[in-house]
């Protein structure tokens, strides 16, 4: 079963733009993190936040965690036609096991 | 490129069929994972391996098995195939120590089943 629901499903924005997606999950996490998936491809990590963070930021993302509400949000500013894609959040459980827990993403599509 | 190698890329075979999908970690890593994405059940965690040991289950089936090699190779396997397990299999790895808490995903094996 899922762990998280990303919210969007689809988003459809223009260049330039800011993309801001959302995941809510269910249980107690250690962290959570952000991956890409482009079309029929590998997923690629992008940015992770510990349970004991509120924000954190890497290039033109922008994540935020809100343990209380169990959600986060990922935000693309400046978005370009190459961002176009799936984003998925991921969740890693704080009895320490590994194996993340995928939401059920987001499909980003940026128009040039 | 992550470092992680599934072979092969595209699989097509009829129901009732076995198949054996295989993984590559990146140099070093120990942890092995294996997930299942369809358009209907999303990314399901399937199973992981610990240098040779299983070290966690998730929503794998009894018609499917895995195992890790002592090189750390993993194989998947799956067999009286369905039309349902037609999906993408992916393959993640992850470091023994300093882990950072990121998986490195293969370009996955797409599986169809007709």
């Known amino acids: 079963s899922q762990q998280g629901e990303e919210d969007p499903q689809a988003l459809s924005i223009q260049e330039g733009e800011n993309a801001t997606m959302n995941c809510s999950y269910k249980?107690?996490?250690?962290?959570l993190q952000w991956y890409r998936q482009n079309s029929g491809r590998g997923l690629v990590h992008l940015i992770l936040?510990?349970?004991?963070?509120r924000e954190k930021h890497s290039g033109r993302l922008r994540v935020t965690l809100d343990t209380s509400k169990k959600s986060s949000s990922l935000l693309i500013t400046a978005s370009r036609a190459a961002d176009t894609a799936s984003y998925f959040c991921?969740?890693?459980?704080?009895?320490?096991?590994?194996?993340?827990?995928f939401g059920s993403g987001t499909r980003l599509q940026v128009q040039p | 490129d992550s470092g992680v190698t599934q072979t092969p890329k595209h699989l097509i075979t009829a129901t009732g069929q076995r198949v054996t999908l295989r993984c590559s970690p990146r140099?070093?890593?120990?942890?092995v994972y294996w997930y299942q994405q369809s358009l209907d059940q999303g990314l399901q965690f399937l199973i992981q391996?610990?240098?040779?040991?299983?070290?966690a289950k998730g929503n794998i089936l009894e018609r499917f098995s895995a195992q890790q090699f002592p090189d750390l190779h993993s194989e998947l396997n799956l067999s009286s195939l369905e039309l349902g397990d037609s999906a993408l299999y992916f393959c993640?790895?992850?470091?023994?120590?300093?882990?950072?808490?990121?998986?490195?995903f293969g370009e996955g094996s797409r599986l169809t089943v007709l």
């Open positions: 993640a790895s992850s470091p023994a120590g300093g882990w950072t808490g990121e998986l490195f």
């Open positions: 249980t107690s996490i250690n962290n």
């Open positions: 936040i510990r349970s004991n963070e």
């Open positions: 991921a969740t890693a459980r704080d009895t320490g096991r590994r194996a993340l827990t």
């Open positions: 140099s070093g890593d120990l942890s």
């Open positions: 391996y610990y240098n040779g040991e299983e070290r």
